[in-house]
């Protein structure tokens, strides 16, 4: 449904030095799926979702939404989209504001009462509907914002950094939403620095570093069965054991340790030979999880 066709972009500022902000950035995000995108900052990552939203066009290679160019498909259809940072009238009220969002959205007036009320109640804003904007926490504003961009139907959603400002609570009661905000023929495309929060809610995710697409992982895969993997076990006794068993292990605490370990097979070969000598083996879980070893591997640490 979106597709990034060998695209790039270039930035040539007036006197200033040319910046290569993406370069031949290639991929494609299926209706139907959530797809995250991740990276560290300066990655490209904000420049990627302003060409997916038609706000600037590639230097060079094509993106389209739909077979579209993304300004078509916006004028035609809309795209639901929270930015990164979100700026309100602080003067306005809640509802009110919901209510200008519901215009620039394109909700017919027939319809606009139904869907504030459905934003509203959807974030839990009701009882805010009559404050002003500056007098809602942190939190709130993000609440908020985030409703906007679920007003109408639209076959696109653009997040990034949903959670940002969100309390526990509502970190958790996204991950339990978007799910529901899922059908066959729209595709959700996740911008996020927590690569558990996109572990959890998308299909796959792009690890892009330095304007470039590094990896697209798939979340569901699990741990490889071959990739050298960190591991964290614990243990008792039998420290010495540990040591020869595996001699790079990294101490972490009295009867933890980290190793690093060639596949599945050769962290089961480990686990027996402490279990012959003796060692009582509490737990051996991942160090990082599927998401966060393939961003290690495919950042750059001087990044």
């Known amino acids: 449904m979106i597709e990034f066709a060998g695209v790039g972009r270039t930035y040539a500022p007036l006197g200033g030095r040319r910046v290569r902000a993406v370069d031949d950035m290639t991929f494609t995000v299926r209706a ?3 797809f995250g995108i991740a990276g560290p900052n300066g990655a490209g ?12 066009s590639p230097s ?13 498909f916006v004028e035609r259809e809309g795209i639901g989209y929270l930015s990164e940072l979100v700026e309100i009238n602080p ?3 809640a509802r009110d504001a919901m209510v200008r969002f519901a215009i620039l959205a394109g909700i017919p007036a027939r319809a606009m009462d139904a869907s504030v009320n459905e934003a509203m109640t959807l ?3 009701e009882e805010h509907a009559g404050k002003r904007v500056k007098e809602l926490s942190k939190g709130t504003r993000q609440r908020l914002a985030l409703g906007q961009a679920l007003l109408g139907d639209s076959r696109v959603l653009v997040l990034d950094e949903p959670t940002h400002g969100l309390d526990p609570l509502w970190t958790q009661r996204f991950r339990e939403l ?13 911008a996020s620095h927590n690569l558990d929060e996109l572990e959890r809610l998308a ?9 470039r697409l590094q990896r697209i992982v798939e979340t569901r895969g699990g741990v490889s069965d071959t ?15 540990v040591r020869e068993v595996f001699p790079g292990a990294t101490s972490l605490a009295p009867g933890e340790v980290e190793v690093d370990v060639a596949g599945l097979e050769g962290l089961n070969r480990g686990l027996a030979a402490l279990i012959e000598r003796g060692v009582l083996v509490v737990a051996a879980t991942p160090a990082y999880s599927v998401l966060e070893e393939h961003f290690r591997q495919a950042v750059r640490s001087d990044a």
Do not use: C, H, N
């Open 32 to 34: 139907g799926e959530v």
């Open 45 to 56: 990552k904000s420049t990627m979702i302003s060409m997916l939203l038609g706000f600037m």
């Open 60 to 72: 060079e290679g094509r993106v389209t939404v739909d077979g579209r160019a993304p300004r078509q």
């Open 91 to 93: 003067r306005w009220r």
């Open 123 to 125: 974030m839990s804003l």
């Open 178 to 190: 978007v799910p529901t905000l899922r059908r066959p023929d729209r595709a959700i495309v996740i």
């Open 203 to 211: 299909d796959r995710v792009a690890i892009v570093d330095r304007g």
């Open 227 to 241: 990739a050298v993997t960190r591991y964290r076990i614990a243990y008792r006794g039998g420290e010495e054991a």
